[in-house]
């Protein structure tokens, strides 16, 4: 069963049942009974969505923020690696040194100048990037160290590739949106259903009711906006940037 429809059918229980109660309290109320001296819900039902939706709009915007935070830390994570392994690498013979140096700043340039653009685009790495860091791996793993000295290097060099790796595979699953099309529904039904309880209350025509009324509908659209914005941390708006890598690698044309 998918889950939208397990959403609608979820709808449609709540408002079967509210239906049905309410039936049953206006048949078995008493003859005698004054609705007017019933207080007037609409207020209530109103203020209660109103807090309601603010709770999942900030939910929503919490959510994204931190996935675009989180894309932020992979990064970061990934550039720190490759510094560290740019640095260690010093221990080793020039000609391995120099080699395994130039593959990670091939690499790192590849994802600065190529790759990022992609995952702005297209919401994916490349599989020549993937190409470019396994060459960085099979260089740091496959020397054999000719002393002690780089015998102790050698295990933190390959742990810092497999952290390197950890953070690229993390930033390629951060790549799409994070926001599902479930929750995107229930956010746009929710305003709505908010911006229309307030024509429930038969608004005045008044200037400042008009007012506040746009102002409410705007600030909605505002916060809807911003979660879209957020919700792809690599291509829109304030997203992710490459600034980690070219901070740790200045050499390297930007």
């Not at 020039?94 to 091939?106: F, K, L, N, Y």
């Not at 995952?119 to 054999?144: C, I, N, P, W």
């Not at 600030?219 to 708006?237: E, Q």
Request: glycine share 6%.
């Amino acid at each position: 069963m998918s889950e939208w429809l397990v959403l609608v059918l979820a709808m449609a229980a709540a408002c079967v049942v509210v239906l049905v109660v309410s039936l049953v309290r206006t048949r078995r109320a008493p003859d005698d009974e004054d609705p007017s001296e019933t207080p007037d819900v609409i207020e209530y039902m109103t203020m209660m969505i109103g807090v309601v939706y603010a709770i999942v709009l900030g939910l929503a915007i919490a959510g994204v923020w931190e996935a675009r935070s989180a894309a932020q830390d992979h990064v970061q994570a990934e550039a720190q690696a490759l510094h560290e392994i740019s640095e260690r690498v010093r221990v080793y013979p020039p000609d391995v040194r120099d080699r395994i140096r130039g593959d990670v700043d091939a690499y790192v340039g590849y994802v600065v100048k190529t790759e990022w653009q992609t995952m702005a685009d297209h919401g994916h790495v490349t599989a020549k990037g993937g190409r470019l860091f396994e060459v960085v791996r099979q260089d740091v793993s496959t020397y054999k160290p000719g002393s002690d000295f780089e015998a102790q290097t050698y295990q933190p060099l390959v742990d810092q590739v497999t952290a390197a790796d950890a953070a690229r595979n993390a930033r390629a699953d951060s790549t799409d949106a994070t926001m599902p099309g479930v929750v995107w529904f229930g956010l746009i039904t929710g305003a709505v259903v908010t911006i229309g309880m307030v024509f429930a209350l038969q608004i005045r025509r008044t200037k400042r009711e008009l007012i506040l009324a746009g102002l409410f509908s705007a600030l909605i659209a505002f916060l809807l906006f911003l979660i879209w914005d957020f919700d792809a941390p690599y291509s829109r708006g304030i997203t992710a940037s490459a600034e980690p890598f070219t901070a740790l690698f200045p050499h390297l044309p930007k």
